[in-house]
Structures are given as C-alpha cells and as structure tokens.
C-alpha cells in the first residue's frame, strides 16, 4: 500500500539528512496520514488513507 493521500494524492518527500559535519545521507519526509471511514455512496462507507491538512480543511465528510 503506498503511502499517499486519497484526495490530494500528496506522496513521500526526499532529500539529504545532513549533519554538523556536513556529512550527508538520504532521508524521506512522509505525509501524516491516517485511516478515516466516510460514506462511499450506497449507504456504505469505506475506510480511505487522508492527511491531516486535507481532514482539518474539511475535505472528507465523516458518517
């Protein structure tokens, strides 16, 4: 399962973790996602991956 947001579709950020030394290894920023059931149409509701700033923007409607 990717990490990836369902309605925005934000993904894994990469770049160099880089120390006081200036030494430097790659490194990912993940999104903060997390599992929210909302209806799906039918009278159903499905489980869907969300980031946080989609959630607090109101984006997802809860049941």
């Known amino acids: ?3 990836e ?3 925005c579709g ?3 950020m990469f770049g160099n973790k880089v120390s006081h ?3 430097t290894s790659k490194r ?3 999104p903060n996602l ?4 909302t209806p799906a149409g039918g009278g159903v509701n499905k ?4 980031c946080t700033r989609c959630i607090s923007a109101g984006k997802v409607v809860k049941p």
């Open 28 to 30: 990912r920023w993940n």
């Open 47 to 50: 489980t869907i991956r969300v």
């Open 10 to 12: 934000k993904k894994p």
């Open 21 to 23: 030394a200036n030494n």
């Open 34 to 37: 997390k599992k929210v059931r």
């Open 5 to 7: 947001c369902s309605l």
């Open 1 to 3: 399962m990717a990490r």
